[in-house]
């Protein structure tokens, strides 16, 4: 923690610049910062609205690029980034001797894991999707171990170095998981929670209220929606809502999201990693819609988990007309045992002590132990 001697050592965290990557990062570094380790962030210039409160000693830039085009020009741009940021990682490990590199994926977690694995830093990847990440996947025969959130842990080239963790949540999941659902009567005011992941999703934001105004008005009168919306979309969700006579909560990021997913009845929402273990922790009844444009369809195969627990269900996006969401939540609003029912079996599939299993992954990682060791049930 910050101004904090450290106790065990110092131990070094690497996450893209999203939600996505850096709320179990920020999880993880709780867990180990209260075990005695001083805990530093390398990430890219995204993550400026994250990192203000994650719980690092320091956080620290680095040069990254991703191998996103195939012109030639473009591609040597890209290498040639990626090596300034391998230099300028392995001055930093240099300089703070870190024990452990870990790393969440992202682009900006290449430089600084393959300047730890280079120098013989023992060096982990948590995985947070069923599919593992390009990133990841190119780090993967390099690192010490593999840790995974969805991941399958007896399958693939790598998997004795495999363990699943599940994805650690932050301390204000765990805070909110403590709520029992609040099951609303058939006249009492429902609670709509609708977002897309840290950047809103336009899709929702077209037909969530178009959806919505074709509701019966005495369902939508009981209606209290929360929804996340990107800037550029903010003000018509929100004129589409007055329309309608809603008064309705809209803005492109919530700081407290764990509170909004207790308090709601039900969630709809895309099912990025972190979105689909925060909703099963809380336990919260959810329709999952997967971004159809994910490279490796890992939203698809998240949501799939989850709904294999009764705990979700999953709708693919060109099923969705306004007029079957509509018919979707009308089916929900009107039976809420169905509701507790699925919030029950989410919580059941959720893991809130995945940062703390993580984090005993990390220490053996740190001690020098492989993977193979911990999963054997060796410990340092």
Not at 276 to 288: K, N
Not at 297 to 313: C, I, R, T
Request: proline share 7%.
């Amino acid at each position: 923690m910050p101004g904090r001697s450290a106790l065990k050592g110092t131990i070094l965290l690497a996450a893209g610049g999203t939600g996505g990557h850096l709320f179990p990062a920020e999880a993880l570094a709780h867990e180990l910062g209260a075990r005695g380790w001083d805990v530093h962030l390398v990430t890219d210039t995204r993550a400026g609205r994250y990192s203000g409160t994650f719980p690092a000693v320091a956080t620290h830039q680095v040069s990254a690029s991703t191998f996103g085009s195939k012109n030639p020009i473009a591609l040597s741009r890209a290498i040639w980034t990626i090596w300034s940021g391998v230099r300028q990682s392995t001055v930093l490990i240099n300089k703070l001797k870190p024990k452990a590199v870990i790393g969440f994926g992202g682009y900006p977690t290449l430089p600084p894991l393959y300047a730890a694995s280079r120098r013989g830093v023992p060096t982990l990847v948590h995985e947070q999707n069923a599919v593992m990440g390009r990133a990841n996947k190119g780090l993967a025969a390099r690192v010490s171990g593999i840790a995974g959130g969805f991941l399958p842990e007896n399958s693939g080239v790598h998997a004795g170095k495999t363990v699943v963790t599940g994805n650690p949540v932050r301390p204000a999941v765990i805070t909110a998981a403590a709520r029992p659902f609040n099951l609303p009567g058939l006249d009492d005011p429902f609670r709509l929670l609708v977002f897309g992941g840290s950047q809103g999703a336009q899709f929702f934001s077209d037909a969530v209220p178009a959806a919505l105004a074709l509701l019966p008005e005495a369902l939508r009168k009981r209606l209290s929606v929360v929804q996340q919306a990107r800037a550029e979309d903010e003000d018509r969700v929100r004129d589409a809502y007055d329309k309608l006579g809603m008064t309705v909560e809209v803005s492109p990021f919530f700081n407290d999201m764990a509170e909004r997913i207790a308090d709601a009845h039900l969630v709809i929402s895309r099912s990025g990693a972190s979105t689909v273990s925060e909703v099963a922790v809380i336990g919260r009844p959810a329709i999952l819609v997967p971004y159809p444009h994910a490279l490796d369809h890992d939203q698809a195969a998240n949501a799939a988990a989850l709904a294999a627990s009764g705990g979700a269900e999953v709708h693919q996006q060109a099923t969705l007309t306004p007029q079957r969401i509509a018919d979707l939540i009308a089916d929900r609003m009107q039976d809420p045992q169905a509701l507790a029912v699925m919030a029950s079996a989410a919580r059941s599939a959720g893991k809130p002590n995945a940062a703390s299993l993580l984090a005993d992954f990390a220490e053996a990682i740190a001690s020098g132990q492989t993977a193979a060791q911990f999963k054997q049930g060796v410990r340092p």
